[in-house]
C-alpha cells in the first residue's frame, strides 16, 4: 500500500525510536477508514518511545496516553515536545499492561502497534485486565507479528537464524488470535485479518544500526518473511 502519512516522518527519526518492524507504516494500515472519532481519548498501549503516539495525535486528531512498562516518561515528554505536541494533546504514562490503573471506562479507543502478543496471549485478558478500560461501545485495534501458517512444531531453518523456540511462542497464526479473542464476553470482533504490510515493514527494520535489529536481520535477509505476516485485529466493546 502507499503509505502516505507514515513517509511524512523523517527516516532518521524513526530508525531512532523504532524498536521492531516499521510501526509507522503497521499503523498507517490498520488505522484505514478507522472508527474512532477526532477528538477521541484514546490509549497506545506498549508504545515504546513513543513515535506511534506522535503519529496518533498528528495524522488522527486524538488526545492520547502513550503508556509503555520500559520507556522513560520524561524522556518521552522531552521528545512530544520537540515533535511540537503538548500536556493537551499527548502524555506519557508507565504502567504495566496487565496491571493498568486508568478510571474504569475511560478511554474512548486503544491501540496496540506490536506489542499486544506480548501481554494479550491470555484469552481473560480483554475482558479482565483491557476492556474495563475502555467505554461502552468503544474500539480496539491491534496489529501483531504472526506467522502465515503455524509451524511451532517444525520451525523454520530461517527463523531459527535469529530467534529461538521461546521467542517464538510470542508469534502465532490468525487461527490461534480467532481462538483467543473470540472466548472474550464483553467485546464483539469487527475483523480479523492478515495485513499488507510484512517484508517492506522488516526490511525498514533490519537498516537500523542496533543489535536487535542486526540479530533479525539474519533471519531477514535469509528469506523468514515467507514464514511471517502482520494480522489487524478490530474489536468494539458491547453496547448495554
Not at 29 to 35: A, R, S, V
Not at 83 to 94: A, F, H, R
Request: aromatic share 12%; with cysteine.
Amino acid at each position: 500500500m502507499k503509505y502516505e502519512k507514515a513517509l511524512k516522518y523523517d527516516n532518521d527519526l524513526i530508525n531512532k525510536k523504532i524498536m521492531g518492524p516499521n510501526p509507522l507504516k503497521l499503523e498507517e494500515e490498520l488505522m484505514k477508514d478507522n472508527y474512532i472519532k477526532t477528538g477521541s481519548i484514546v490509549m497506545d498501549l506498549g508504545s515504546g518511545q513513543g513515535i506511534t503516539s506522535v503519529f496518533l495525535v498528528k495524522e488522527y486528531g486524538f488526545k492520547v496516553y502513550a503508556t509503555d512498562l520500559w520507556s522513560n516518561p520524561e524522556e518521552n515528554m522531552g521528545f512530544f515536545e520537540e515533535m511540537g505536541l503538548t500536556n493537551e494533546q499527548i502524555i506519557s504514562v508507565k504502567m504495566d499492561a496487565t496491571d493498568l490503573k486508568f478510571e474504569k471506562n475511560f478511554f474512548d479507543a486503544v491501540v496496540s502497534t506490536d506489542s499486544y502478543n506480548y501481554f494479550g496471549r491470555n484469552e481473560d485478558y480483554l475482558d479482565e485486565s483491557l476492556l474495563p478500560f475502555v467505554k461502552t461501545g468503544g474500539f480496539v485495534y491491534i496489529v501483531v507479528p504472526g506467522m502465515k501458517k503455524d509451524c511451532h512444531n517444525n520451525i523454520p531453518d530461517e527463523l531459527l537464524l535469529s530467534w529461538t523456540p521461546e521467542q517464538l511462542e510470542y508469534i502465532h497464526d490468525i487461527e490461534y488470535w480467532k481462538r483467543i479473542i473470540s472466548k472474550s464476553r464483553d467485546s464483539e470482533i469487527i475483523s480479523i485479518h492478515e495485513m499488507e504490510s510484512n517484508e517492506e515493514c522488516w526490511n525498514d527494520w533490519i537498516k537500523c544500526d542496533n543489535e536487535y535489529a542486526r540479530n533479525d536481520k539474519k533471519a531477514i535477509e535469509a528469506g523468514a518473511c515467507k514464514y511471517l505476516n502482520f494480522i489487524a485485529i478490530v474489536l468494539k466493546k458491547y453496547e448495554l
